[in-house]
């Protein structure tokens, strides 16, 4: 039987998520489709903060993430609601209250349950863009979902 310890040691993959959305393994990059596809939908973070690839409830793997856990690849409008694309092709509806901008304008959101954080590509920065706002006290907000939610600092 292993100990903790060697349990902890297995779990160190030395894969690196980079702020481009690339996964890294020892210095190359991983491309295969299907192979990355996998590693994203298996992301998730800990209960300490910690993200991880997770299999299942009790087999996981650690990886680096440089900045976000996932990238949003385009945005859409329906209606006064938007869809998002990610980078492990999965679509879902924005986190509205979740919108956050970095010191150099880059958005990001919560995803998957406010579990992970996304970062917003540039065309789907600008298909918010339509409907962010002034608001109060030097602040955005983006009108949507009947709402008005004002945009956070990271």
């Known amino acids: 039987m ?5 349990i902890e040691r297995l779990r160190q993959t030395g894969i690196r998520l980079d702020r481009a959305g690339r996964l890294w393994h020892e210095g190359a990059e991983i491309t295969h489709p299907g ?4 590693l994203l ?5 800990r209960a300490d903060g910690r993200t991880i690839l ?5 087999r996981y793997a650690y990886i680096d993430v440089e900045d976000a856990h996932l990238i949003v690849v ?3 409008w329906e ?4 869809r998002l694309r990610l980078n492990d092709d999965s679509e879902e509806e924005l986190d509205y209250a979740s919108l956050i901008q ?3 304008a880059t958005l990001y959101c919560r995803v998957r349950g406010d579990r992970l954080l996304a970062r917003l590509s540039t065309p789907a920065y600008y298909a918010l863009a339509e409907r962010i706002e002034p608001g109060p006290e030097d602040s ?4 949507a979902a009947a709402g008005r939610f004002r945009i956070g600092q990271r």
Do not use: H, I, M, T
């Not at 939908?41 to 973070?45: A, G, I, K, Q, S």
């Not at 997770?54 to 009790?58: I, T, V």
């Open 79 to 82: 209606g006064d609601r938007v």
């Open 74 to 76: 385009s945005a859409r």
């Open 140 to 143: 955005f907000v983006l009108v």
């Open 35 to 38: 192979l990355r596809r996998a």
């Open 2 to 6: 292993l100990s903790e310890e060697q």
């Open 102 to 104: 970095a010191d150099d």
């Open 54 to 58: 997770r299999l299942d409830a009790e």
């Open 41 to 45: 939908r298996w992301l998730d973070v």
